[in-house]
């Protein structure tokens, strides 16, 4: 079994903003008011998170700002989960000062400075932030910018569908977000299936995309690697649409288990369908 690649995310993450600009560009005022599926955020609400996303990332990523302390610093993920959503929920409130055509010439604006962050950082250096959702307490640099390419994917995708718009679904767009939403899949397996012994599972997506993993166990835990020749007990079978909105929550546990196909250790198969590839 190999190791799987790096992934070089800042060319789609800079498309994927391009993407967003024009789109935003081409919002009629009802349609920046359209309800979304994020809660009760509106189209307007989901870009201005998003342009909330850039200047956190310039300010504490590249230029070394601190963020006040909150009166209970987080020591669990729980108490994260709710400390981000509360800095969220400040910024959308502040937001609504905010027109729609600033909110464009803003993301605009930081898009390039993100890009050219993102280009000077040592790919394989250690991110301010890890990737919690791998169950990573330490990560790379490659690895927090493939997150953030997904993150902006996923609420555009948001936005895309409350007014009607094309998803960005075909395989320039897939492939990279599926290739970092799977690393998600070995966390879950260390929490709920950590003494199966020795099992070996492939994964194939397909679609717009086909690929395959190998998840294999070991006395250190589940890992994910590109499979060669071996043989594994158990084979989980998806379509790129299923995974997609399975690892991003789109999808209720049960509707993603009918949707997909299992065959060997179907116990132990169901539980990728836990898969939530993004903080929560």
Known sequence: MKPLLHIDAIPIFEKTQQELISLLESLSPEEWESPTSSADWRVKDIAAHLLDGDLRRLSIHRDGHRLPEPSAPPDTHESLVEYLDGLNADWIRASKRLSTALIIELTA??????????????????????????????????????REYTEKWHHQQQIRE???????????????????LIRGVPAVYNRYAADSGHESMEIVISGSIHKRWMLSVSASGWDLYNPEEEKAETTIEMSDDTAWRLFTKRLHEDEALKRMRIYGNRDLGKLIAKTVSFMK
Do not use: C, M, Y
Not at 112 to 118: D, I
């Open 109 to 146: 604006f930081t898009t390039p400075k993100v890009v050219a962050h993102f280009r000077q950082l040592d790919p394989e250096g250690t991110a301010l932030f890890p990737v919690g959702w791998a169950g990573e307490t330490e990560s790379q640099n490659w690895f927090d910018i493939a």
């Open 162 to 180: 409350a007014v009607g718009r094309p998803l960005l679904t075909d395989t320039l767009w897939l492939s990279p977000l599926i290739d970092t």
